[in-house]
């Protein structure tokens, strides 16, 4: 199972870190990533990391402001969100595949966590 964590209310401008632990899996088996869903919107993507972490990728969105990485030993993956605007305000998942390239569509990943609502106030 995947874990989301870390979400909470923020000022426009501020920072928090979200985290997806596992459970009964070995995150360093797979590729990982971050989506959003927004009230009234589609699920989108938001940033993605390969098994290794040597490779990501961002939606122009959240480019230059956010951050994945991951700890292997720890299990877990983390997306450090900088410099939040209103418009970032979701629910985030984490999400998990076996695939050897970064995935950025959700029809890439093949195991979902539950959601943790960030909101960012003006």
């Known amino acids: 199972q995947l874990q989301a964590s870390g979400g909470g209310l923020v000022q426009a401008g501020g920072s928090l870190r979200l985290s997806c632990a596992a459970s009964?899996?070995?995150?360093?088996?797979?590729?990982m990533g971050w989506f959003r869903q927004a009230p009234g919107k589609e699920r989108e993507f938001v940033a993605g990391?390969?098994?290794?972490?040597?490779?990501?990728y961002y939606a122009d969105s959240v480019k230059g402001r956010f951050t994945i990485s991951r700890d292997n030993v720890r299990n877990t993956v983390y997306l450090q969100m900088n410099s939040l605007k209103p418009e970032d305000t979701a629910v985030y998942y984490c999400?998990?595949?076996?695939?050897?390239?970064?995935?950025?569509?959700?029809?890439?990943?093949?195991?979902w966590g539950q959601g943790t609502q960030v909101t960012v106030s003006s």
């Open positions: 999400a998990a595949n076996l695939r050897l390239l970064v995935q950025t569509t959700s029809d890439g990943y093949d195991y």
């Open positions: 009964g899996r070995t995150l360093s088996s797979y590729g």
């Open positions: 990391i390969s098994r290794s972490g040597v490779t990501t």
